[in-house]
């Protein structure tokens, strides 16, 4: 399919005028990006990203499910790939840093290895990965859990968006069509390098331009619904009554209370209630409402949902009401590599940049990725802590340290 790419000049070599430049796929009203899997806008953006590699002296390719890679060959034959890269995809109105800078600073880290010292002695690639945010259709981590071999078509049959569109066509339509699908597993990756805004105020109030993540947390997500009984506001005696409100009000506070409690990392949200029939002089017979769990250590996660869990049932079963807890997500925790870690910290110190350790509260393909091979997470600050939103902003100054550091390690890894 023949792509019209956008008209956007930019300063080459400069990260801010390169996030601006790929914001403009896809950029809104209120000044920020919406780039969803599939979309045109997102298409444009890949293969804009595709000539800028081939314009450096890449290899460029995508892989069957829309994975772009921009290969310098290693010298040395038969070598492992050192890959490196995040994803372009966006939420819905979101910023313009969240996974782009993390494809923008590979890009320019290897240009930049690539200009000053040669052809590496291992291959590296950079991946633009094409889906992380499950912002368009009902799952995430598309493209690195192909790469994994988690996913394959089977996973997204009958999947269709918001809209009603189905997943499949958008995949042909955005020039990746099903019938010609092959599984793009990968055998050949040595290690896994990602770099990415910390979308949280850890590393911007202890005034440090690295992180260095030990951990991503688990996720796990729930729907809890109560049924109570539907009855008359004015004559219904307290005693007698069976409100699903008022038990999901005693649920959520008693959720939020033992998160706070149990562990400092522990993070539980409800940021979804839906009431039934949602009606000022009716005592509400139904809730169901969204729950967010999230931790660094799956026994803190096991301990934290079998209390609150057994404690809704009781406290159900006392009032006569009925609950039920249906899980729709499920990501273990995982901890990345501690050698490769240990060398940004090296590397960090060398360049007298400020970092600290950090623990990633959200989801990252580096997740994926730590489950299959050494992988390393690298956060540079996010102002204010604001992400998802136009307002997310990361600094020149700390953009460049991140892409500094992250130029060592890949010179490290593969010259």
């Given at each position: 399919?023949?792509?019209?790419?956008?008209?956007?000049?930019?300063?080459?070599?400069?990260v801010?005028?390169?996030?601006?430049?790929?914001?403009?796929?896809?950029?809104t009203?209120?000044?920020?990006?919406?780039r969803?899997?599939?979309?045109?806008?997102?298409?444009?953006?890949?293969?804009?990203?595709?000539?800028?590699?081939e314009?450096?002296?890449?290899?460029?390719?995508?892989?069957?499910?829309?994975?772009?890679?921009?290969?310098?060959e290693?010298?040395?034959?038969?070598?492992?790939?050192?890959?490196?890269?995040?994803?372009?995809?966006?939420?819905?109105?979101?910023?313009?840093?969240?996974?782009?800078f993390?494809?923008?600073?590979?890009?320019?880290?290897?240009?930049r290895?690539?200009?000053?010292?040669?052809?590496?002695?291992?291959?590296?690639?950079?991946?633009?990965?094409?889906?992380?945010?499950?912002?368009?259709f009902?799952?995430?981590?598309?493209?690195?859990?192909?790469?994994?071999g988690?996913?394959?078509?089977?996973?997204?049959?009958?999947?269709?968006?918001?809209?009603?569109?189905?997943?499949l066509?958008a995949?042909?339509?955005?020039?990746?069509?099903p019938?010609?699908?092959?599984?793009?597993?990968?055998d050949?990756?040595?290690?896994?390098?990602?770099?990415?805004?910390?979308?949280g105020?850890?590393?911007?109030?202890?005034?440090?331009?690295?992180?260095?993540?030990?951990?991503?947390?688990?996720?796990r997500?729930?729907?809890i619904?109560?049924?109570?009984?539907?009855n008359?506001?004015?004559?219904?005696?307290?005693?007698y009554?069976k409100?699903?409100?008022?038990?999901?009000?005693?649920?959520?506070?008693?959720?939020?209370?033992?998160?706070?409690e149990?562990?400092?990392?522990?993070?539980?949200?409800?940021?979804?209630?839906?009431?039934?029939?949602?009606?000022?002089?009716?005592?509400?017979?139904?809730?169901?409402?969204?729950?967010?769990?999230?931790?660094?250590?799956?026994g803190?996660?096991?301990?934290?949902?079998?209390e609150?869990?057994?404690?809704f049932?009781?406290h159900?079963?006392?009032?006569?009401?009925q609950?039920?807890?249906?899980?729709?997500?499920?990501?273990l925790?995982?901890?990345l590599?501690?050698?490769?870690?240990?060398?940004?910290?090296?590397?960090?110190e060398?360049?007298?940049?400020?970092?600290?350790?950090i623990?990633?509260?959200?989801?990252?393909?580096?997740?994926?990725?730590?489950?299959?091979?050494?992988?390393?997470?690298?956060?540079?600050?996010?102002?204010d802590?604001?992400?998802?939103?136009?307002?997310?902003?990361?600094?020149?100054?700390?953009?460049?340290?991140?892409?500094d550091?992250?130029?060592?390690?890949?010179?490290?890894?593969?010259?």
């Open positions: 399919m023949a792509i019209q790419i956008e008209k956007f000049k930019y300063e080459k070599d400069n801010a005028s390169m996030i601006e430049w790929l914001a403009s796929f896809g950029l009203e209120n000044q920020g990006v919406t969803l899997l599939y979309s045109k806008e997102w298409v444009k953006a890949q293969h804009a990203l595709k000539k800028e590699m314009r450096v002296g890449l290899h460029t390719y995508f892989d069957n499910v829309g994975n772009l890679f921009g290969r310098l290693g010298t040395n034959p038969g070598s492992k790939t050192i890959l490196t890269g995040s994803h372009i995809d966006t939420v819905v109105d979101g910023g313009k840093y969240d996974g782009a993390g494809v923008i600073a590979s890009f320019l880290a290897v240009q290895l690539y200009q000053t010292y040669g052809p590496p002695r291992k291959t590296i690639e950079v991946v633009s990965i094409c889906e992380e945010e499950g912002s368009r009902p799952l995430t981590f598309w493209g690195s859990r192909n790469i994994q988690v996913y394959g078509l089977d996973r997204v049959i009958g999947l269709t968006d918001s809209e009603g569109y189905p997943f066509s995949m042909k339509e955005a020039g990746f069509d019938d010609t699908y092959v599984p793009p597993v990968r050949d990756i040595e290690r896994f390098v990602e770099i990415h805004i910390e979308q105020m850890v590393l911007e109030k202890n005034q440090k331009s690295i992180g260095v993540v030990s951990h991503i947390v688990g996720q997500r729930y729907t619904k109560v049924q109570g009984e539907s008359h506001a004015g004559t219904t005696p307290m005693n009554r409100d699903a409100v008022s038990a999901a009000s005693e649920y959520i506070s008693f959720l939020t209370k033992k998160a706070k149990m562990n400092p990392h522990l993070v539980a949200t409800v940021g979804r209630l839906d009431v039934l029939p949602n009606v000022p002089n009716v005592v509400a017979g139904e809730v169901e409402f969204s729950l967010d769990i999230r931790h660094h250590q799956e803190i996660l096991d301990a934290f949902c079998e609150i869990f057994s404690t049932q009781s159900a079963d006392d009032g006569g009401l609950v039920e807890i249906s899980q729709w997500m499920d990501v925790p995982i901890e590599n501690e050698e490769m870690n240990a060398l940004v910290r090296e590397i960090a060398a360049k007298r940049i400020p970092y600290q350790d623990i990633s509260g959200a989801g990252h393909d580096a997740q994926v990725f730590g489950s299959f091979c050494p992988t390393c997470l690298i956060f540079v600050p996010s102002r802590g604001i992400s998802h939103s136009p307002k997310e902003f990361t600094n020149v100054h700390d953009l460049e340290k991140g892409i550091v992250l130029s060592e390690i890949l010179y490290q890894l593969a010259y």
